[in-house]
Nanobody, 121 residues
Framework: QVQLVESGGGLVQPGGSLRLSCAAS????????MAWYRQAPGKQRELVAT????????KYADFVKGRFTISRDIPKNTVFLQMNSLNSEDTAVYYC??????????????WGQGTQVTVSS
């Protein structure tokens, strides 16, 4: 079994920054794509950013381009989300997501428990 544990959420003023972290642990052979999603109250969960296994390719939702940066520390099985120029519309629970294989072969998709980000003055 694999666990994804997010940290770094909290309350921040508009225009401020936060850095989220998500560490994967457990029986891990390889971690493929890692991603961040978010879900605001009353809304569907939406994709924020993805990063490939080698960390060389990233993709972003239009609403965060130029403000958020996804990165990963491969040896530490950790993915980060640097969030700058935050505004109230970024308020949501942010979830880590990863495709993980515990042996050579197909991967399984895992979710973290989520971390709350609140942007408010």
């Amino acid at each position: 079994q694999v666990q994804l544990v997010e940290s770094g959420g909290g309350l921040v003023q508009p225009g401020g920054s936060l850095r989220l972290s998500c560490a994967a642990s457990g029986r891990i052979f390889s971690i493929w794509t890692m991603a961040w999603y978010r879900q605001a109250p009353g809304k569907q969960r939406e994709l924020v950013a993805t990063i490939n296994s080698g960390g060389s390719s990233t993709k972003y939702a239009d609403f965060v381009k130029g403000r958020f940066t996804i990165s990963r520390d491969i040896p530490k099985n950790t993915v980060f989300l640097q969030m700058n120029s935050l505004n109230s519309e970024d308020t949501a629970v942010y979830y880590c997501n990863a495709d993980v294989s515990d042996a050579p072969g197909p991967w399984v998709n895992y979710w973290g428990q989520g971390t709350q980000v609140t942007v408010s003055s």
